[in-house]
């Protein structure tokens, strides 16, 4: 489109008027969806299954994981599976001090890890002892459920580094007085990025690529499974 300018008689390009935003349907699936019959094979069918009920696994003693747990390892590791989209998991050292590696996506995820790791573990209801606290990536589902785990903590987070100044060579020695958390350099702002704007993208993708609402007659990747209200065959 364009306009005259009354000033010097050009006609210059006017702006577009602003698209209409796009209308985003929900996946559709038939009416019969218990009844379809999916050609499988008993690995995929077990993957499928693998995220329900949820389960916290001994790596050190469940199968079939021990045979690839390396003999050289002091510290235990528990992994807790199909609390949420990614699982938590908990290295404990001899000293009994616990780093987590990823925080799920949630609180109440977390909440429900650490009812079910105190029983498994036989800890008390007083306050872990965390010592540090590992993000993976950025992405919701292991970064969100933070603050439960400092809110049952018996130690504070530890006050951020100053990017800006180089670290010092060498073995890092963590603080002793705080929980420290350990991530890529700018976490914040890339999980608000992948939970927002990036997100309009993501979450439509992955509901289509993992079958997340498809329930338990089809095969999946599993891991919205425990998220739903579908129970399995």
């Known amino acids: ?14 702006p577009s008027p602003a698209p209409t935003p796009a209308t985003i349907n929900p996946p559709t699936f038939p009416s019969n969806i218990s009844s ?3 050609r499988n094979n008993a690995i995929l069918t077990n993957h499928t299954k693998f995220f329900v009920p949820q389960k916290i696994y001994d790596l050190q ?9 390396p003999a050289s390892i002091s510290y235990r590791v528990y992994s807790a599976v199909g609390y949420d989209l990614a699982n938590t998991i908990w290295l404990i050292g001899p000293n009994g001090k ?9 609180m109440t ?6 009812a079910d790791m105190r029983t498994v573990l036989n ?3 007083a306050r872990l002892p965390i010592a540090a606290i590992i993000y993976t990536h950025n992405h919701i589902d292991h970064t969100g459920g933070v ?12 006050p951020p580094e100053d990017t800006s100044q180089p670290g ?12 420290e958390i350990f991530s890529q350099q700018g976490v914040i702002d890339a999980v608000i990025n992948t939970g927002t704007v990036v997100g309009t993208m993501i979450n439509p993708r992955s509901t289509y690529m993992y079958g997340g609402f498809l329930g338990s007659q089809l095969v999946t990747n599993g891991l919205l499974l425990s998220l739903f209200s579908f129970s399995l065959c």
Do not use: H, W
Request: glycine share 4%; net charge negative.
């Open 109 to 114: 995820s977390v909440e429900t890890v650490i």
């Open 1 to 14: 489109f364009y306009f005259k300018d009354m000033f010097n008689g050009m006609s210059v390009p006017q």
């Open 147 to 158: 603050l439960a785990y400092l809110n049952n903590s018996a130690l504070p987070p530890c």
């Open 61 to 69: 003693t469940a199968e079939p994981y021990r045979k690839y747990f």
């Open 123 to 125: 800890i008390s209801s």
């Open 36 to 38: 379809v019959k999916v």
């Open 168 to 179: 010092a060579d060498g073995t890092y020695i963590s603080r002793t007085n705080c929980v």
């Open 98 to 106: 616990i780093v987590v590696v990823d925080a799920l996506g949630d």
